[in-house]
T-cell receptor, first 113, second 116 residues
Framework: DAGITQSPRHKVTETGTPVTLRCHQT?????MYWYRQDPGHGLRLIHY???????DKGEVSDGYSVSRSKTEDFLLTLESATSSQTSVYFC????????????FGPGTRLTVT | AQSVAQPEDQVNVAEGNPLTVKCTYS??????LFWYVQYPNRGLQFLLK??????LVKGSYGFEAEFNKSQTSFHLKKPSALVSDSALYFC??????????????FGKGTKLSVIP
């Protein structure tokens, strides 16, 4: 899993509570991404970052925010978790926009009850 | 908008037989195409990519994929399947240029089961 860690790996939380997931990389790559994986949907992009403090929305960004204050860390926050946000969340990195492939972390399984 | 279709939710193949996992895509301009594999409770692992050049690309673990521009397809193949190839396979596409060109769009995945 290419120098990428995610924490926590598993979390159960209640509806309405805030949740922050962390992605940490040791590769010094510029681009970082957050995806969610749901059965029948594949992976869908939530947010991505193209540098420190530079972020943008993906396909399914509603209800999520991100922050990147350091090259190595990319945080995903659910301000008020809902049951529809129960999913497996993956972080990915790539060295540049032209490095083509992305490398994925091990994932965080989030359950919102 | 770019999109990927994996028409088969599941593919079953006998060990030792050739396997094919299908993928078709839609994108503006020339595509970058990728295959990833996911084993249970793991992240996605990069298998191979097509950027330009030869239509047949070779990747990890003996897999290869054939790019067909006229059919907008990028099917994953392996000459002889192993039980250890059983996993979930994802095809992905991104465009060469334009806003968000570094964003990957994934198919829904195909579960490959290799039967001993």
């Amino acid at each position: 899993d290419a120098g990428i860690t995610q924490s926590p790996r598993h979390k159960v939380t209640e509806t309405g509570t805030p949740v922050t997931l962390r992605c940490h990389q040791t590769e010094n790559h510029r681009y970082m991404y957050w995806y969610r994986q749901d059965p029948g949907h594949g992976l869908r992009l939530i947010h991505y970052s193209y540098g420190v403090k530079d972020t943008d929305k993906g396909e399914v960004s509603d209800g999520y925010s991100v922050s990147r204050s350091k090259t190595e860390d990319f945080l995903l926050t659910l301000e008020s978790a809902t049951s529809s946000q129960t999913s497996v969340y993956f972080c990915a990195i790539s060295a540049s926009s032209d490095s083509y492939e992305q490398y994925f972390g091990p994932g965080t399984r989030l359950t919102v009850t | 908008a770019q999109s990927v279709a994996q028409p088969e939710d599941q593919v079953n193949v006998a060990e030792g037989n050739p396997l094919t996992v299908k993928c078709t895509y839609s994108v503006s301009g020339n595509p970058y195409l990728f295959w990833y594999v996911q084993y249970p409770n793991r992240g996605l692992q990069f298998l191979l990519k097509y950027i330009t050049g030869d239509n047949l690309v070779k990747g990890s673990y003996g897999f290869e994929a054939e790019f067909n521009k006229s059919q907008t397809s990028f099917h994953l193949k392996k000459p002889s399947a192993l039980v250890s190839d059983s996993a979930l396979y994802f095809c992905a596409v991104r465009s060469h240029s334009g806003a968000g060109s570094y964003q990957l769009t994934f198919g829904k995945g195909t579960k490959l089961s290799v039967i001993p």
